[in-house]
């Protein structure tokens, strides 16, 4: 990702409905299917970024965090501890194996050519019985200089995504988000390939964060839409969680 869409997605991500509802539905999602424990459990999550999703989350779960990006490195080493920071290396996260009750990826697999050798790599992360919860953005159809400025590989569909959860997992639930928004942002999309100027960064209505009012009304929907279990048949997203197949 380039460095300026990066500082400008740490610029939006406190605020926007978007990013403050996606935070939301990842940390809902884990909660729902972890079974209860006296003890936190142990969350790593994978291309942290800033870091936000992660801080939130410590009230909840022992957090380890995972970057490749030196921009994110830096941003991590002054909120978690050293012991709390993995850098991802060519081979991926270097942890031990069945280490992790819960894995996060917050909109990363796009970003990753090989992405069935990264859920692999997941897999062997977790404990038996644990979680992985990612989101990542849908439909092909949406395909803008949104996605090539930000290094997408893909966007992902529902068999897509599906299909990357073979034997080894079980999928608990997986769905379309951000449905509502649909129609807006596929015309605003289409609108920006007619007219290619409106595509410099900080003219894109990703880049801007609404009123106040508008702000929190969406993200309301969006995350009650998100919780939802109604199979939605289009989204501008999509949540999954699996859990690592217990071997018997």
């Known amino acids: 990702m380039d460095s300026a869409e990066y500082d400008n997605i740490a ?20 909660n ?33 965090v995972a970057d490749d990006h030196e921009e994110s490195l830096h941003l991590l080493q002054n909120k978690f501890p050293p012991e709390k920071i993995i850098q991802i290396g060519p081979n991926g996260v270097e942890a031990p194996p069945d280490h992790f009750d819960v894995i996060t990826a917050l909109d990363v697999l796009e970003h990753i050519k090989e992405d069935q050798s990264a859920v692999k790599g ?16 849908a439909s092909m159809i949406l395909w803008s200089d949104w996605d090539e400025s930000l290094h997408h590989y893909r966007r992902y569909s529902r068999k897509s995504l599906q299909d990357l959860f073979q034997d080894e997992w079980d ?14 942002v596929w015309f605003l999309r289409k609108i920006r390939k007619l007219f290619p100027g409106l595509a410099r960064t900080g003219n894109r209505s990703e ?5 106040r009012l508008l702000n929190n009304f969406l993200q309301e929907v969006f995350v009650r ?9 289009f989204g501008v997203s999509l949540i999954v969680v699996a859990r690592k197949r217990k071997v018997s």
Do not use: M, Q
Request: proline share 9%; hydrophobic share 40%; charged share 20%.
């Open 11 to 30: 610029r939006l991500e406190g605020n926007h409905w978007y990013y403050r509802g996606k935070r939301i539905l990842v940390r809902t999602w884990a």
């Open 32 to 64: 729902r299917f972890l079974p209860k424990s006296p003890n936190h459990p142990r969350l790593l999550d994978c291309g942290a970024g800033t870091g936000l999703f992660a801080e939130e989350a410590k009230s909840e779960f022992e957090v380890y």
């Open 122 to 137: 997941i897999h062997n992360l977790l404990v038996p019985n644990g979680l992985f919860v990612a989101t990542v953005p």
């Open 171 to 184: 999928v608990l639930h997986i769905n379309y988000t951000n449905t509502v928004a649909f129609p807006a």
């Open 207 to 211: 880049d801007h964060i609404p009123s």
């Open 225 to 233: 839409t998100g919780l939802s279990r109604i199979p939605f048949p």
